[in-house]
């Protein structure tokens, strides 16, 4: 009988001989994915490992590569340097092997749980003998793991005698898991699979090129507020500048404005007229076409300022239904 303490060493220690092959997620008919995933970081974003319903994969020692089924990458790494091509697949993030997080169904698949993980009671604990058995064309250790308080069913896995490699794992009860359909253990491997020599960026420039794209699109937000609403300055006499630096436009034509001091919005006039769910004072009223809300954060609007910041965005429209609202107090009714 093969102790737990023997597939345990294998699993974190095992030799590190190349290995390839196909995974693919197992779930029962008609149940969908599950895994959502949800992880937090900080300092530089991190690299993903997010493979599909399945992939393929080529491991040696801290090499790996990891391909969905049509062949195109996911995730490469020589074990000096990582490139994560979740985002571009032409240009993927390039960064130190460290910040890398493995995500979805299979991700147990694609590196070995570290000791210190196997020492929780996550999952990590057998609830039952280990047993040897065939699976995937290998000789396997199969035992079931113990679920947590907050998990109802323990999950059982497949263990390459050889290897020490996972070759998948299953909670029975509900048909969900991840296999190996096909595995190849101790070939020769060409070292170029694990290197990437096309163009990549950095976390440093991927930052940058995501605030260039946002103040891109903040200056195309401003541009449409000039040619679609006014391009006066909006500093009214309290003084509020009402200028926008953040634009959310509608089809209709209405939209949301705001900076960091006020909120300027307008919709469509409708029968009834329009009141935004602001939770600071502000002011509503409507022209023939429009009906608009403006407020401030900082400052307490009187008419005078409205009146004057209506002449600025709709000079000489006539103006009905013109009233300041004033949020709930915490408590009232």
């Not at 970081?41 to 969905?68: A, D, T």
């Not at 195109?72 to 000096?80: A, L, N, Q, R, Y």
Request: charged share 25%; with cysteine; proline share 8%.
């Amino acid at each position: 009988m093969t102790a737990w303490i023997e597939v345990l060493t294998a699993l974190t220690a095992g030799p590190d001989l190349p290995l390839r092959g196909t995974i693919h997620g197992v779930r029962a008919e008609g149940v969908s994915e599950s895994f959502t995933g949800g992880f937090a970081y900080s300092g530089q974003p991190p690299l993903m490992v997010v493979p599909g319903h399945g992939c393929r994969v080529w491991r040696y020692g801290n090499k790996i590569r990891v391909e969905n089924i049509d062949g195109e990458p996911v995730f490469i790494s020589d074990g000096v340097r990582a490139w994560d091509f979740t985002g571009r697949s032409d240009r993927p993030l390039v960064g130190s092997p460290d910040r890398v997080i493995y995500l979805g169904p299979n991700q147990f698949l694609l590196h070995r749980r570290s000791a210190a993980e196997w020492a929780g009671n996550d999952f990590a604990q057998p609830a039952g003998e280990v047993e040897v058995t065939e699976f995937a064309g290998r000789d396997c250790w199969t035992v079931q793991l113990a679920p947590p308080e907050r998990k109802p069913y323990p999950l059982r896995i497949w263990v390459d005698v050889e290897s020490g490699q996972m070759l998948g794992y299953r909670i029975d009860e509900v048909g969900e898991g991840s296999r190996f359909v096909d595995v190849t253990v101790g070939e020769t491997m060409d070292e170029a699979l694990f290197v990437w020599d096309g163009p990549a960026v950095t976390p440093e420039e991927h930052q940058q090129l995501l605030r260039d794209e946002q103040l891109a699109a903040q200056r195309e937000q401003v541009q449409w507020f000039a040619n679609n609403v006014t391009d006066a300055q909006l500093t009214v006499r309290v003084p509020v500048d009402f200028t926008p630096d953040s634009i959310r436009s509608t089809d209709s034509g209405g939209f949301d404005a705001s900076n960091r001091v006020a909120m300027l919005s307008r919709r469509p006039r409708s029968v009834e007229g329009w009141e935004p769910k602001w939770g600071v004072p502000h002011y509503v009223w409507s022209t023939p076409l429009w009906d608009w809300a403006a407020g401030t954060i900082h400052a307490d609007l009187d008419r005078a300022a409205v009146d004057e910041l209506r002449q600025r965005i709709h000079p000489g429209e006539p103006v009905d239904r013109d009233r300041r609202i004033d949020p709930p107090r915490p408590g009232g009714n």
